[in-house]
């Protein structure tokens, strides 16, 4: 009773004035429970009387409460329950700092911010995550996660991440700037945007293996993570020794250290797919490859080569000052950009034999007056002898498959004869070129497309995808 009386005494006292102080009790009466002299871990928030407001809420329990445990919390709220009376007490609002609550502990479920994109979500920025060891998951809300937004990642505190194997694409700079990224795993062949790693230093990257790697489109160098040096590791293994086959997509390898060694029975190798690969020395080609443009650029194999450099039977890289040049007799094809801005060259004769100029073979040769395609021809690729100012006057033979884009634009070319002028087709449909200066000048227009020749003419195998 005497008691009661000292309770009501002081609730009237802070009761009524809205000051929700507790009062001071007989801490022997509650051993169990927090208190103002011994107050429950951690010690800065007190629990305190349910907050006594006359008009509304519970009303004011008989008795001070005691904590049965340690304080609880949901995703909004943290409190305790009396031991006494089994209410909750001292409820409040988490007090958070960097995703923890600074008194009961609760953590924010760490999520990605993610945004829905056709056949599931595109990951657009950290969301509430913390670390700085990404973990892209596969799905977030039963939605497989297909993209990395563009910029999503740009700037931010990472060292690793992991892509997940459901991702298709990453956006333009997702990763610029992330100074700190060291580690990147790739579980999937996604295109890969521009400049998506430009700023940053990854010093390994993961695949599962080759054949997934290969499929891996990059817009750019920079969108490659291996360009400013990085090594590459297929599983445990550093991709030291290369066994292509197929198609190797351009920048594949680019900037890599890690292949020594890189063989090729047929297949296409894009352009710049090894370029500053400066560790490679020890290149083997097969007849029945293409080599795009500056594919080698920068590695030892190259570099060592001096001014004019066969892998085999490629001509890769022709650098020599003189005007005329003879390509080497059993030559099957001229890489990408193997006499491009050669300005000195007036004459180049071709052996017979030959089957491919790939890309920019010729471009930018100012001076080059004079080209005879051989008998064995199938292809000549994009831009091939755009730029070539001087060339008036050019014949195709009649083993020629196709004419890529582009390939006498901004030529000086005022004839062009065809030996089959039949069948020619573009995107556009069927090409009618047996007038040498109409054919001349729809070769070297600004925009001038593919022309392939049809009527069940054989593709080389390379060649396919073009079509
Ligand atoms: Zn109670
Ligand atoms: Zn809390």
């Known amino acids: 009773m005497k008691k009661f009386a000292l309770f009501s005494a002081l609730f009237l006292l802070f009761g009524l004035c809205g000051c929700a102080k507790k009062p001071v009790e007989n801490v022997d009466e509650y051993p169990s429970g927090p208190t103002e002299e011994e107050p429950a871990p951690p010690a800065e928030d007190g629990p305190e009387l349910v907050d006594p407001e006359p008009s509304e809420g519970p009303a004011p329990p008989a008795h001070m409460h005691a904590a049965a445990g340690d304080r609880l919390f949901d995703a909004e709220k943290h409190w305790y329950v009396c031991a006494d009376c089994g209410e909750k007490f001292s409820v409040s609002d988490h007090t958070m700092e960097g995703g923890m609550c600074t008194l009961c502990g609760y953590r924010v479920a760490e999520a990605f911010e993610t945004a829905p994109a056709a056949e599931g979500c595109t990951v657009v920025g950290l969301g509430t995550v913390t670390s700085p060891d990404l973990l892209l998951p596969e799905e977030v809300d039963g939605k497989p996660v297909v993209g990395i937004a563009e910029r999503a990642f740009a700037g931010e505190s990472i060292t690793s991440v992991t892509l997940p194997a459901s991702l298709q694409t990453i956006g333009e700079r997702a990763f610029a700037g ?3 990224l060291d580690v990147v795993r790739f579980l999937s062949a996604p295109t890969v945007g521009a400049d998506a790693f430009s700023g940053c230093k990854v010093s390994r990257v993961e695949c599962e293996g080759l054949s997934v790697w290969q499929k891996i489109c990059f817009a750019a160098p920079t969108s490659n993570p291996l360009f400013s040096g990085g090594r590459l590791f297929f599983g445990e293994t550093e991709a030291e020794a290369l066994s292509l086959s197929g198609e190797v997509l ?162 000086g070319l005022k004839s062009a004869s065809f030996s089959l002028a039949e069948g020619w087709t573009s995107a556009a449909g069927t090409v009618v070129l047996s007038d040498p200066l109409a054919a001349a000048e729809r070769l070297k227009a600004a925009d001038a497309a593919a022309i392939w020749l049809e009527a069940g003419r054989k593709l080389p195998e390379t060649d396919r995808n073009a079509l």
């Open 250 to 411: 351009p920048y594949a390898f680019y900037g890599c250290i890690s292949p020594k060694r890189a063989e090729m029975v047929r297949g296409t190798l894009g352009a710049e797919c090894f370029a500053d690969c400066t560790f490679l020395s020890d290149v083997t080609l097969g007849t029945d490859v293409t080599v795009g443009e500056n594919a080698f650029e920068g590695t030892a194999a190259l570099e060592e080569g001096g001014a004019e450099v066969y892998f085999g039977e490629h001509l890769i890289r022709y650098r020599g000052a003189a005007k005329r040049y003879e390509v080497r007799a059993g030559t099957k094809s001229i890489a990408g950009g193997a006499f491009e801005g050669n300005t000195l060259l007036e004459r180049v004769t071709l052996p017979e034999g030959l089957l491919f100029l790939s890309e920019r073979a010729f471009t930018g040769c100012l001076a080059l007056q004079s080209i005879s395609l051989p008998s064995s021809l199938l292809e000549i690729g994009a831009e091939a002898f755009s730029g070539c100012a001087a060339l008036e006057a050019v014949s195709f033979p009649a083993s020629l498959v196709r004419i890529g884009e582009r390939a006498f634009s901004g030529s």
């Open 178 to 180: 992330c100074s700190g």
